[in-house]
């Protein structure tokens, strides 16, 4: 009646419908005004719905988005776009034709992250492997907390977590998680390396220890802040030690500690900053964290791709120091959104104790098969997506060689594009990249002839975000841009994706001038 | 060479292959032995593998594994498992044949908790429409946190957040977001509280603060437990009301906490608890949390979908009092996994406050657009996956009348089991049903003639395990069992899911009485 394809309300008389034999021969019950005979919602009767968004999906968010031709974006400001999409919830429902036209809706003003020409992030790309598993995973609606439950994800996060720990070298084992982003992973670490020193805060809380404080670099990701203030340790425990003096870590717990009878519990170091991709020197850092009894996290959710690498592995050196590693695969692996594990060294069970509350309904021990495999109990999550399955089926599928060569390319693509930046007038590099990621200014021709100074800098830095805003309208590409200390705005290109080449990499460069000539 | 549909390695001269003309007048490029010239990624190549993959899903992933003639699940062992699946990760890839057949495989062998037969979590069932975003999701890659890289979702979101708190009754706005599952969000709840008593605790952290102390009744998610542990207040300062002492909340304020120092801070209510269905009397905590001047959450991630039913919201009654929400629409509403929302009643932008980081590099104030609508940090994540998508496209296709029915034919449901368990011989009821959670004993034909005796419940406690253990192997439906405080294993049946008729309420019983009627 309202152009649904299924849903026929309540056949009271199933008989003449439903082919189970067993149902034609139930009379009809009705409790509370409902009829209960037979279900009200046939699967089968939305193949058309979902063979036509099926189709949809393959042309518009796959080989549309995708296209190098289409435009990344279609920009409209917040209040034209709720008017083109009508987002208000009614009582009554729309037609599935209504409903196929708000999908097309939905594609058509997203941004595409896929597109070749987006480099506003640290992921990028389609990966089909990745993105087929994801299917399959929203398609069996399955939750990750008895094995039970999802026998074929919990051997698979198994498997990735055994062969991300051998890749770290990690080579007696271990322990892991999959989990909702990197910043969790991170906080996993903080509350792991916390419990580890104190196991009585788990009960007794932060009140009943001395005041915990932990260091990181300057250029870590925010959400080591942002952990220190959920966790209850708060931001101002997290001591920053500066980046260019990462190496007198020692002197800094020996003054500032000591000074101020806070204790110390962890390190976290970063293999691969978010804005100038940098690692820090894990070795060092590790030989302190020894010597002061200090839990060592490597946050290597952007770096991580590196130990894919034979030839850029050495930027991690140490790794295999640390007590635990945030990696997310989603990033320049390009497993699909998201795709992040927590691992770590311990083989002891510290994971499980740390985080186990023992619920009775879920984690009932005289089950009948051999529990050690329901991992449930060692997350902060109860319901848990199996993203490590996105990760696999793509590994299954490349192999370890061409995730390698992916790797490898993206390093190369980056040093192309410095090579270019450091060429061309009216472009200048912000430091030799690291990683994959190119960070660099642009100067129009109105100001490359000014002197060095202040004036200068205040100058330059409102270009990009200019040159963002125009790249956005006209939907040519996206590259993000930000200050950094005391560095004026600047761009930031990340490569991450097979799908690019150096073509675009030019393209970039052309753009950017042809956008920002006449600022 | 490898069968593979595409990927076609490094093409040097891409003139040929490519139909980009810009592309094609470039010349070679090598950087560290990496040509860099064209794509090594086509993903139009990918359409075979893509089109095959979706006939796969659609086939075994929708059709297969929501036919009622069809197995819950096909047990395997862990250990049988893994060598059915041959799950190591090696140096080579596999060919498209080869993953399309473990595409096959992570199916046939996967629990279907979409099937009419599953019952044993509290979520179930088929949403196609819900499935179809999720699916455009997962395609388009998007994520939440500034409005340049996600437009559309962002707008979704706050839509939705909108809605759900109308539907609340918080008529003059709030505030909100979507998160990776309901024990995030209570953990958001709990450190929102605790910001809200205490500022200061997000800088100097919980040393620099008395002891605080948040109330819960006994029958909570364990979740609460868990966000005690995480945020650093200690499980030992999470006060358990007993539920059947549910009306001396005040008594409890005065006496414990006065006598030991500790400060309370909020009153964690449950509506719908996860074993028995039940609902705290939310009214009446309400006034003891406004005479002390504690947060009031409630964490109704399994009870809010009432909220929908003119005729059951009363079990909800007094919800808008409370200082925030959480409200799962995968669960009972059956949005596609995860969809979860956090529900918060200040309009003084409380939230931000408490969980921003003001991280330079994303969220810029020198953008083009209005950046209040950039609503990452918000989120104790980075990365965030627009969930709400999935709820808004089922919410518009459906109407709020549907969404109304759907949860008034599961309580009719619930109530047509629990008359029939009464009905039957055997069959013992734990207590009549508040919501969809239906609680039972099976007493096989060999103990209903002893008298009631520890000795008769220590032998039914041993009943649900084994009828479970031989359900699962059969593969005939999935029904979860728990002990509960003093009360031996008992069946939770859980209604959700419109595929579900009266017809499956009486398979259940009939076949755990086949299954367990020589016990």
Known sequence: SKG???VGH???NSSSENPDPVKAKCPPVLVDDVYLNGPTLDVNGAEDFIRESMRIITEDAVKKATD???KVCEWHSPEDL???LDLQLTDEGESDTRILERCRDAIRYSVKTTHPRFFNQLYAGMEPYSMVASFIIEALKPSLYTYEVSPVFTLVEDAVLRKMREVIGWKEGGDGIFNAGGSLSNMYAVNLARYHHCPDVKELGLSAVPRLVL??????????SKAAAFLGIGTKNVYVVPSDNRYIFTEWLNVRVCDQGAVPFMVNATAGTTVLGAFDPIEEIADICEKHNLWLHVDACWGGAALMSAKHKHLLKGVHRANSVAWN??????ACLQCCAFLVRDKTGLLQRCYSARASYLFQQDKFYDVSYDTGDK??????KPDAFKFWLMWKALGSKELEQRVDRAFAMAKYLAQEVKKREGFRLLMEPEYANVCFWYIPPSLRDLPDSTELWEKIHKVAPVVKERMMKKGSMMVGYQPHGDKANFFRMIIISPQVSRQDMDFVLDEIDRLGRDL
Chains 1, 2 share one sequence.
């Open 10 to 12: 309540q056949r009271v």
């Open 329 to 334: 695969p989603h990033k320049m692996l390009m």
């Open 215 to 224: 260091f990181t670099s300057q250029e870590c990701h925010y959400s080591i």
């Open 68 to 70: 190098v031709r289409e």
């Open 379 to 384: 997350s902060v999550q109860c319901s848990r």
């Open 4 to 6: 649904r394809l299924w």
């Open 82 to 84: 709720k008017e083109l």
